[in-house]
């Protein structure tokens, strides 16, 4: 009786998004249920409540910041024409479409993820695809499959999280999970040249930025460790494919302009990346702050600001936009929180028979979908996870590993991320629900198709 409680926050938001409502709306009433059933079924101490409280909340604040100067960045940087410059230069070196698709795809959207983290790779990559020639719900989906450097999102708080909940090695987690990303990685490609239908040189472009972008990856997490893995990973991309489009053009096309218009991605990606390293010299409250993903957007908006005559008017519509997604995602943050910390997650395990494992991924699949964030995910599911490995005397890293890059990836089915790569890519009106609608469909199949095949090697592999 207890797990199927505990079950019912899920299946309340569960069944308002079938039904359509706003995913705000989903969230806020999966996030009362659970309140709820937490004072009728699972009494917990207020000195608990508090301390989790206390290390939790900061995070839902960050990632509601980081949402909303995402947003405000990408609406300035639409304003002054950074986008137009950035895909202009994609466009005018690319051979063709698909191979500029691939770049964002596979390049900037993982490397802008990697470094910030929480989908903000999307507001960059949703308009650029949109000006390269994709249509409004090519762009938010191509933008959300980008997101497949999650586990690495951020400098890896998540996959950090799952490691110490888990009791393992932060970089063999890492390791570990950089192998099986080659499944979401496959399948992504496999959406994109479905998508694009391309010609079969450009197919072999687009094989070859997604193959180079896990190989690099991967060799990070064996020779680096797991933080700066995506980094590397997604740059690897960037510069290879960047390189063969200037060889092939015999240009650069970098221009004054050019160099305006990434200048605000630059100062976020060095001054965060330095940040970190002051931080992790000279840790401390003030070092923290600076090196929150928050921060850096904060100045990147004040740079991308200065060449936007209306700034307040953007910035203002921006505000408004992000209302409804920065309060569905602090919601599903806020619903995972109560469930992990009052044992409703745990309960839900015990509903999972000794030795299926093949149903672990599917537990990171729905917490990120729900809180928009392998973080959340994983928070909420890897005491469950091991404590499943270990009745089925199964090794509990290829479970962590294999449900870490199976949440990371339907973190890009996340409502809120969904409804906010739609309207990224259309940022003249207001998203239409028929086009969310049908962009959720695609990205609930992808992750879903990701999470069925983690779950049938580990069943049958492990």
Not at 303 to 323: K, L
Request: hydrophobic share 60%; charged share 5%.
């Amino acid at each position: 009786m207890a797990a199927v409680l505990a079950l019912t926050p899920i299946l309340v938001a569960i069944v308002l998004l079938l039904l359509k409502q706003s995913s705000w709306i989903a969230a806020l009433a999966g996030a009362v249920a659970a309140a709820v059933i937490v004072a009728l079924a699972f009494p917990t101490p207020a000195s608990v409540l508090v301390d989790s409280g206390v290390e939790y909340f900061p995070l839902i604040l960050e990632v509601a910041l980081i949402l909303l100067f995402g947003m405000v960045l990408a609406r300035l940087l639409e304003a002054a024409g950074s986008m137009s410059q950035v895909s202009a230069w994609v466009e005018s070196l690319s051979p063709n479409r698909p191979l500029g698709v691939a770049l964002v795809v596979f390049g900037i959207v993982p490397f802008a993820e990697s470094v910030t983290g929480f989908g903000i790779g999307v507001t960059i990559g949703v308009p650029i695809l949109r000006h390269l020639g994709c249509t409004l719900r090519q762009s938010a989906l191509f933008g959300l499959l980008g997101l497949i450097a999650v586990p690495w999102g951020a400098l890896g708080p998540g996959t950090t999280v799952a490691a110490a909940l888990a009791g393992l090695d932060v970089d063999e987690l890492g390791l570990s999970t950089a192998w099986l990303n080659a499944i979401p990685v496959v399948i992504v490609t496999i959406f994109v040249i479905a998508i694009m239908r391309p010609g079969p040189t450009s197919a072999l472009g687009i094989l070859g930025s997604a193959g180079l972008m896990w190989l690099g990856i991967l060799g990070a997490s064996l020779t680096v460790g797991m933080a700066p893995a995506g980094v590397i990973g997604s740059l690897v991309v960037i510069v290879v494919v960047g390189t063969g489009f200037v060889i092939g053009k015999r240009r650069t096309g970098f221009t004054r302009r050019l160099g305006s218009a990434v200048l605000p991605y630059g100062v976020l990606t060095v001054g965060l990346l330095l940040a970190r390293a002051l931080h992790s010299a000279l840790p401390s409250a003030a070092t923290e702050i600076i090196a929150s993903p928050p921060f850096w957007l904060a100045a990147a908006c004040l740079i991308a600001a200065v060449t936007v005559d209306d700034r307040r008017r953007v910035s203002a519509s921006a505000a408004g936009s992000w209302i409804p997604i920065g309060v569905g995602t602090s919601a599903f943050m806020l619903m995972g929180w109560i469930m992990t910390t009052t044992g409703m997650s745990e309960a839900i395990g015990a509903m999972l028979p000794a030795g299926l494992v093949l149903l672990t991924p599917w537990l990171n699949a729905v917490g990120a979908v729900l809180t928009g964030s392998n973080t959340g995910a994983n928070s909420m599911f890897t005491g469950t996870l091991t404590a499943v490995a270990a009745s089925s005397h199964v090794a509990a890293l290829p479970v962590v590993a294999a449900a870490n890059a199976a949440g990371s990836l339907a973190a890009l089915a996340a409502p809120p991320r969904v409804a906010m790569a739609v309207q990224m890519a259309d940022a003249s009106a207001p998203a239409s629900k028929t086009d969310i609608a049908r962009v959720q469909g695609q990205a609930l199949a992808v992750s879903g198709i990701n999470a069925l095949i983690m779950g049938l090697w580990i069943q049958f592999f492990v």
